[in-house]
T-cell receptor
Framework: GAGVSQTPSNKVTEKGKYVELRCDPI?????LYWYRQSLGQGPEFLIY????????DSGLPNDRFFAVRPEGSVSTLKIQRTERGDSAVYLC???????????FGPGTRLTVL | GIQVEQSPPDLILQEGANSTLRCNFS?????LQWFHQNPWGQLINLFY???GTKQNGRLSATTVATERYSLLYISSSQTTDSGVYFC??????????????FGQGTILTVHP
């Protein structure tokens, strides 16, 4: 079946702008995760959803970052007032339940000029 | 939080050689996954292995949870094995059931 998909694959924006990144999880997966990967580093956890609710948002770096999953499927990561330090690859993953294998999407490469 | 260390950081092999990658973690875990990140950035699942031994073709993995380490074995390496290998764990304690903590990765280069 279809894997995790993310759109757009690349996003270039200017400092101070607002961006939205979308994640479509594997159908039926109840858990969804966002991670961020900087060059040469391993992915770092941002937020985890179980169903529609954010079960753990401890990885969000500040209040410019926000994520939603209103119907328990698609999720959107929203970044306000983007800064150059936000440039990274944003990865989404999903799993059947929280303790199960996580499957990753191809990522969105965000560049803030 | 839990710490994850991978070794070696870099590994260069000739095609056909065998290798072992190591992942050490600082606390009890209830999830451990090995990934291969290909040159296009896609994270590919290799193993879900919080304990025990698994094999898949030329790859195998062993996790000794009581000693807090995992090993990934690659036999008869091929150029397509090149990329970054990540170990990621979820700590058994705490309130987050979802968060994976990744190591820094091992960069594998296989020459023909």
């Amino acid at each position: 079946g279809a894997g995790v998909s993310q759109t757009p694959s690349n996003k270039v924006t200017e400092k101070g702008k607002y961006v939205e990144l979308r994640c479509d999880p594997i159908s039926g997966h109840t858990a969804l995760y966002w991670y961020r990967q900087s060059l040469g580093q391993g992915p770092e956890f941002l937020i985890y959803f179980q169903g529609t609710g954010a079960a753990d948002d401890s990885g969000l770096p500040n209040d410019r970052f926000f994520a939603v999953r209103p119907e328990g499927s698609v999720s959107t990561l929203k970044i306000q007032r983007t800064e150059r330090g936000d440039s990274a690859v944003y990865l989404c993953a999903s799993s059947w339940q929280a303790h199960d294998t996580q499957y990753f999407g191809p990522g969105t490469r965000l560049t803030v000029l | 939080g839990i710490q994850v260390e991978q070794s070696p950081p870099d590994l260069i092999l000739q095609e056909g050689a065998n290798s072992t990658l190591r992942c050490n973690f600082s606390d009890s875990v209830n999830n451990l996954q090995w990934f291969h990140q290909n040159p296009w950035g896609q994270l590919i699942n290799l193993f879900y292995i919080p304990s025990g031994t698994k094999q898949n073709g030329r790859l195998s993995a062993t996790t000794v949870a009581t000693e807090r380490y995992s090993l990934l074995y690659i036999s008869s390496s091929q150029t397509t094995d090149s990329g970054v290998y990540f170990c990621a764990v979820r700590g058994a304690g705490g309130t987050s059931y979802g968060k994976l903590t990744f190591g820094q990765g091992t960069i594998l280069t296989v020459h023909p």
